[in-house]
């Protein structure tokens, strides 16, 4: 092997490393633009974030498809109230696990009001969610958020178990 | 065109790629490290996050702007207070737009308070944080923080909103 | 000089930048992992974070060590009741400072739990965490790892204190 192959295959190894952190940090963003987008009732951001006819399930209350049900929900009565109210969608860090063009992950969210008449704020809300993502032309996008209350229901906080432990279930 | 230039382009490529990776990477440990600081009562590291005229707008409170304000914060009564009695700024992963040697962003930021009367942890302030950045000499350092407790006001929220969605309101 | 030489400089310092990255972006899935372990209650797996001797320190509380004591602890009745109620163990993005195989950070621990009879959740706990992590044949693990309450105690806070600062404490 000449000097110049030598170096090409280097930079190879290079090239797939940064695309293994780019992967990781454009997923991370993904998720980190959530909170923001609903809080500031930017539907057409939030809806954004998924694919075309990708889901989101808050189990035991609604499960939504695709861009319409979603800008739909954060431009809705219900949604509308709380952010007028004062309300924070804070997600946390997800573990996430690429493979190829499909990732999947798993995190927290905490959903924080205020309540003016108690002059406090208030954790309304801590869930467990399992995130399905999809790399697409326009880069990595939600196929699918599970959000389920933590609230001692065994299959709710097995969203959050490691995905070698959840097969083995 | 040779072998070297081509790989000299895959290379040259492969640098600006990288180079977008670490602005990421250490704009979000920049906010990282702003809880720690404070609540371990370091107010020179803390004011060392911003660049020298940086400005710190605890919206309806106070503006601080340079480091002598920022660090007198963190050494003031008010502050020295609440982390005597235990205390926690709790900052969320931001939505990073890097544009150039400048940079936007936008997350939350949690106060949490021990009540040594009721015997526990509240969270006393949920607010909506929108940060200004700049890469100078010796790395990326605040320009600005704008900190708005999210309490229903839609200044406020307006923070939180995409850079797009915001423009056009 | 030649052409080939000097690329290859340019490849050699790629390679440190992204090897950089890469173990920032480990270690901080390293942490992303342990809530959703615990509160899934995947003892192993949440012990596979630590080095096989490593250590938990829950100050005032218990220390374990090893991986025996770390499942012990998620398998056992006090941990079990937590999430058979229902409890999110949120761990915020730690800072982190590398060197070579070593590493060192900081961040916080919010222990959130449902409460059945109040109808409500409740931050139980929010604490200071310090951690020591070490580069091993699989990949980073936690040498140590710190936690302790935000009660208003001088030595829990200053868990939180840049490195520099708690050196000449």
């Known amino acids: 092997m000449n000097e110049i192959q030598e ?3 280097v930079v190879a190894e290079l090239s797939r490393k940064v695309r293994a952190l780019e992967d990781q940090a454009e997923i991370a963003q993904l998720v980190a633009q959530y909170g923001p987008a609903v809080d500031s009732g930017s539907g057409e951001a939030a809806a954004d974030l998924w694919t075309d006819d990708g889901a989101f399930d808050v189990v035991g209350h609604f499960r939504m498809q695709g861009h319409e049900d979603i800008s739909g929900m954060v ?6 109230h709380l952010i007028r109210n004062g309300c924070a969608h804070v997600l946390t860090v ?3 696990e690429v493979d190829g063009d499909r990732a999947t992950g798993r995190n927290y969210a905490l959903n924080i009001r205020w309540d003016p ?3 406090r704020f208030r954790v309304a809300r801590v869930s467990a969610n399992a995130w399905r993502w999809k790399r697409t032309a326009q880069g990595w996008r939600v196929v ?3 959000n ?3 609230d001692g229901s065994p299959e709710h906080r097995r969203l959050l178990a490691p995905p070698a432990d959840r097969a083995s279930d």
Chains 1, 2, 3 share one sequence.
């Open 7 to 9: 170096l090409r295959g």
């Open 75 to 80: 431009h809705g009565d219900g949604h509308q």
């Open 94 to 96: 997800p573990h996430i």
């Open 117 to 119: 008449e108690a002059d």
């Open 144 to 146: 699918e958020r599970v």
């Open 148 to 150: 389920a209350n933590l």
